[in-house]
């Protein structure tokens, strides 16, 4: 399934409180009444190399994600606040680019992701890219610390709840031929520091936490290497339930407190972003020209943050609600010089992050603020005029490739990210 960034990185959906309804899926009649409002798109900069890119954001505005350090030597997990990047260092990692990553933040400032130990994986597998035992860590009160894995060599943590709970997947002891050592794997829940191994739908070996609410349901995926079955799950009370919806193959990536979902579904027309609510799942309309999309994040206003690409590849960022959907970039104030291409989270404020190109052509990690009423006083927001309803959907997207200028063992890195990191984190 495509798609572009962390690779970045990854990150997930469903609602189930007193069964499971009929799965069926449509189009939603939009609303659009509303005029939009213009969103500052800030750069979060660097640690001082020339890459980044953010993928979690709490609703105080903090975001996390990874960065190129000086001379683009390392790449290490970063903590983005109040216009200070600070690095969170790594567990080790190779000699050409000690690597960690962070892909959630809660709003105690709790932090999870992985890193890259110095400790060559037994077993061969290429994990994180190096063949180096790589890990799962929470940071807290800005110290990292592993968290136990179930056998295995290796493991990440994806996304952490209000309540500390960490969604994730971990090696399992028994290596299987038939599966890419990238996906392999048994998904797991940590409550307390304890590593708890989750249920996985008949049939299926493997599988995947992509993300966690509030009140411990957790959503991804299950599979199987050797029969190619594939299966869209929630967990709740400790049971996997499958939510396949029929001829249309979705996976999700996010979930949030009122168990709406999004996530990409195909059909033989391609992939599309969708909404799932009250057992329905919805393709969202597209932006013009583009032929694929991709729901990335939800909140609880409902208001979806995702990915949408022409057929040349060439992408920009959406915003959908209430059955409308907008370009990021076309929403910008005036005088911004980012063009986002990929997004991460999108907070309860309406923020989000993710990966933009800067006038130089660089690729930084950003940070977009609606200039609506609960944000009129952020920087970049005064003043701004609104933009009316009728105004163009659209702005010139972007080829999304990496740079060019970047070390070859960087690019290498982002290569093989992007070929993995979206299946497993989205």
Known sequence: ????????????????????????????????????????????????????????????????????TAGDVGLHAFLWRDGVMTDLGTLGGSDSLPYSLALSINNRGEMVGFSETSTADPSGENFCGDFLICLPVVWRRGVMTTLPILGGNNGVAIDINARGEVGGRTDSSEFDSACDPSFTGTPVLWEKGRVHEL??????????????????????????????????????????????????????????????????????NGEHAFLWKDGVATILETLPDTVESHGNSINDKGQVAGQSCTANGDCTVFIWQNGVVRDLNALATPGSYLFAVDPGKINARGQIVGLAFTDAGDLHGFLATPCDQENKKDEGCRKEPEISANASPVRSRRSFSVPENLPPVLRQRLAHRNRRTMQLMK
């Open 1 to 68: 399934m495509k798609r572009i960034g962390l690779d970045f990185l990854v990150i997930l959906v469903w609602v189930l409180s007193f069964g499971f309804p009929t799965q069926t899926y449509g189009q939603q009649p939009p609303d659009r009444a509303k005029p939009p409002v213009r969103y500052t798109l800030t750069d979060l900069g660097t640690l001082g190399g020339t890459f980044s890119q953010a993928f979690g954001v709490n609703n105080k505005g903090w975001v996390v994600g990874y960065s190129t």
């Open 199 to 268: 249920p996985t739908v008949p049939g299926d070996t493997h599988g995947n936490v992509s993300s966690i609410n509030d009140k411990g349901e957790a959503s991804g995926f299950t599979f199987d290497c050797k029969t190619g079955s594939f299966h869209p799950v929630l967990w709740q009370n400790g049971k996997a339930i499958d939510i396949t919806v029929a001829n249309l193959g979705i996976e999700p990536d996010d979930i949030n407190n009122k168990g709406e979902a999004t996530g990409t579904g195909g059909d033989s």
